[in-house]
């Protein structure tokens, strides 16, 4: 009898077949667009150049790629699976950081503005908390709220954001206009988010699955196009610059006497106004968690998810479904409205360039990605892939190894759109895909990523 | 009265365009029940191919007829647009079959980013433009202010292109065995699997298939037009599902009638009202279908069951 891990038989020939193969596909879809570019001459005409060895290169790329994947991969999935599968409780170690990933990560995000100041300085530690810390609290945060209406409600949303749109004009026309306060017009952005909400849930919550998730991104492109054609208002692609930032509460971040670092006896640096946002999304997002915990265990929260499971049984068992779909619909606008009016203050400056499909794309693959309804895994997700192409900006050394033309950002999109694909394949069901019933019978079972069910609407 | 059938010859034209998109989509749809987000930038990819591949026969080959030219340019494109897309269904969507409705619209999601900036990366992300080609208009009639109603030469050669590529298709689909195996899928693939259907190889089909049309849209878009650019895919993928929807995902004849509405209301819309709002009209008359006529002009209703 043979072992039963020598039953998977690793076949050369076949391996060598499949990438020649492969390389010879690679070779048809890449001699247009990589073995030729396209140029325009002294004259302004079209004229093509070629680039072979790039076409070669890239193609050897691809059938090296997939004779490993023929020699190793293949093999090492099918032994995999002919492992017998011998415990149906997960791992210690899993429990573990299921327990201890969340207390930390919040730990670390606390103390994160300080830390970065202490290992990059007050010059370097701007850059770290901004690009870094700022910018990916917000993508948690939509991606947070875009959460209640697909993760939990199971309602797929491809224009969130809109409402994040909605938020973030609302509070730069209201705050340049009258004058208004980040702290008053943070609520009144976030209801006015939840209103739209409710006019565009309204007529479209009848529909179901694909058909809602294309209307709601014809709505999302409408509110974008309005934007940018209602001159008068929004002042269409120019945007509208000079939106008042936030102050501590009163007291501006300036270089005034009355400003914050005068205040407080400290030199003026424009990193304090930073680390305080730092810590306003910071607030924000965890606003956003804690309801979504909290409305888990309401009646609401077990109708949201009740109805992503099975919505003939919800009907049959006597819940409204419009109205339990709207207020998912509405709440998830409402903390898109709170990140956007954020924004505004953040950016000081808007633009709907910054609310455009991709946008909805990409937050719509960090609820997914992370595993639908697991805020960690969301989290986990946000920080992987907006950390992931921040960090492509900063791979200045791959000038050295590739020549000074080469601009690692150029990449980051290309690579973003590789690897939403790569994950998906991986991890079909996102990347935390068990689930903790919200509510149970004697005793709280894990549910295992088999019975999962996704959004249907 | 002139203006109109003006823009009547000028609608249907772009709603050629839009109607062999649209086919790709409703087809995909209708045999693996999924929005193949990525089909506009595969759109848009094909244009590209026939970019390089018109430039490469007339400036490097030298090749003097525009018609012989054009030939070459669609039949390539078709090729390897067809190529493309088979490989990105093998890729990107095959992994997912049988897992949740929502991992392949992701999966198509990020397909569709990595297209886009992979053509950006390539070939840079200005406009592409090459010479106008049969810019002779026929001159239909004119009215005495002078204002002449006229047909090009580009306009008919989009017609009739796509007329007999229509026909070819609509002759695969209803009078072949591949398009009995096609509409069997559709239907219930497991019933069609234990009747002897490679299914898996059916649905690859289908994604060529799909492709390429969208290969055909795309050479006439670059003719049409003369000029393409690396974020040209999504606006027109958008347009043409709705077109899908318009006449009824899964029907192939409304996916066509789709195309033709889309691009009348578009063009009329521009003539008479404005055209800064027109993609609004398109995405606004999306939203009302399906809010009202879910299952489009010629589709059939959605039966819910338990």
């Known amino acids: 009898m043979e072992a039963p891990h020598s039953a998977v038989r690793v076949d050369l020939g076949r391996a060598v077949r499949e990438a020649a193969l492969a390389g010879l596909i690679a070779f048809g879809i890449l001699l247009p667009l990589i073995g030729f570019n396209t140029v325009q001459n002294i004259r302004n005409e079209l004229v093509l150049e070629t680039r072979w060895p790039l076409l070669a290169a890239l193609v050897a790329i691809v059938a090296a790629g997939r004779f490993l994947h023929e020699l190793v991969i293949i093999p090492w999935l099918a032994r995999r699976a002919m492992r017998p599968r011998a415990e149906h409780a997960p791992p210690a170690w899993r429990a573990a950081l299921a327990r201890w990933a969340p207390p930390f990560a919040l730990g670390f995000a606390i103390v994160y503005p300080p830390l970065a100041l202490w290992l990059a300085g007050f010059q370097g530690a701007a850059k770290w908390i901004d690009n870094f810390g700022v910018q990916i609290l917000i993508y948690v945060m939509l991606g947070w709220g875009l959460n209640i209406v697909v993760g939990l409600a199971g309602l797929l949303d491809l224009g969130y954001v809109a409402f994040y749109a909605v938020g973030a004009y609302s509070y730069a026309l209201l705050a340049k206009t009258f004058g208004l306060s980040f702290w008053l017009l943070l609520p009144l952005a976030g209801s006015l988010a939840a209103f739209w909400g409710i006019l565009l849930g309204f ?50 971040f300036n270089a ?99 609310f455009t499909f991709m946008e909805s794309a990409v937050i719509v693959a960090m609820v997914v990605l992370g595993g639908m309804g697991s805020l960690i895994g969301v989290a986990t997700a946000a920080v992987i892939m907006i950390g992931g192409t921040e960090i ?18 150029q990449y ?46 | 009265m002139e203006v109109f059938v003006q823009q009547l010859i000028n609608g249907i034209t772009l709603g050629s365009i839009y109607g062999l998109i649209a086919i790709g989509y409703t087809m995909v749809f209708g045999i ?10 595969v759109f848009m990819v094909s244009a590209f191919i026939a970019l390089v591949t018109f430039l490469f026969l007339t400036t490097w080959l030298g090749i003097g007829s525009v018609v012989v030219a054009l030939l070459i340019v669609l039949v390539v494109a078709m090729l390897l647009t067809s190529l493309v897309n088979w490989t990105i269904e093998r890729v990107a969507y095959r992994p997912l079959r049988g897992s949740s409705r ?35 208009v026929i001159v239909l009639f004119s009215d005495p202010d002078g204002y002449d109603v006229s047909v090009s030469y580009k306009q008919l050669m989009v017609w009739g292109v796509t007329a007999v590529l229509l026909f070819v298709f609509w002759f695969v689909v209803t009078r072949t065995a591949l398009g009995r195996a096609q509409r069997a899928c559709e239907q219930d693939q497991k019933m069609a699997a234990l009747l002897g259907i ?51 995902i ?12 889309i691009g009348l209301v578009e063009v009329m819309w521009s003539a008479y009202f404005s055209t800064d709002y027109k993609d609004v009209a398109a995405f606004s008359i999306l939203a009302i279908t399906m809010i009202f006529l879910p299952q489009g002009i010629l589709g059939r209703p959605d039966v819910e069951k338990v």
């Open chain 2, 250 to 261: 899964g029907s192939l004849p409304g996916a066509v009638l789709g195309g033709l509405l």
């Open chain 1, 392 to 409: 492509m900006r900063e791979l200045d050394f791959l000038k050295h190894v590739f020549g000074k033309d080469f601009d690692p950002t």
């Open chain 1, 256 to 354: 005034d006497e009355n400003g914050f670092a005068a205040r407080f006896g400290l030199e003026f640096s424009p990193i304090y106004r930073t680390i305080f946002l730092y810590y306003v999304i910071l607030a924000l997002a965890f606003l956003t968690a804690a309801v979504t915990v909290r409305l888990r265990r309401l009646p609401i929260g077990r109708a949201w998810e009740a109805l992503r499971e099975d919505e003939i049984a919800c009907r049959s068992l006597g819940i409204n479904t419009t109205s339990t779909k709207l207020t998912a619909f509405a709440m998830g606008a409402m903390f898109a409205g709170f990140a956007g009016s954020f924004f505004a203050a953040r950016q000081g400056f808007i633009s709907p360039e910054s």
């Open chain 2, 102 to 136: 929502l991992a392949p619209l992701i999966s198509a999601i990020g397909m569709s980013i990595f297209l886009s900036n992979f053509v950006q990366v390539a070939q840079g992300p200005r406009f592409k433009s090459i010479p106008q080609l049969f810019d002779q």
């Open chain 2, 32 to 41: 693996i029940g999924m929005v193949n987000f990525a089909h506009g930038d």
């Open chain 1, 203 to 252: 007529p479209v919550l009848r529909l179901r699955g694909d058909y809602l998730a294309i209307v709601t991104l014809a709505f999302g492109e409408i509110i974008r196009l309005i934007l940018i054609n209602w001159v008068p208002v929004t002042n269409g692609y120019a945007g509208i610059s000079g939106v008042p930032r936030p102050t501590f509460f009163g007291i501006p």
């Open chain 2, 198 to 248: 490679d299914v898996d190889r059916t649905i690859s089909i289908t994604f060529v298939i799909a492709a390429a049309l969208a290969a055909v849209a795309g050479t006439m878009y670059l003719m049409y037009y003369g000029v393409v650019s690396f974020a040209d895919g999504f606006v027109p993928g958008v347009k043409a599902f709705t077109a899908a929807v318009l006449g009824g």
């Open chain 1, 412 to 457: 980051r999109m290309l690579l973003f759109g590789f690897a939403m694909v790569l994950i998906m394949i991986w991890k079909p069901r996102g990347l935390i895909s068990t689930r903790e019933p919200s509510a149970f019978l004697e005793r709280r079972k894990t549910v295992a990523a088999e019975f999962v069910r996704e959004g249907r609407g």
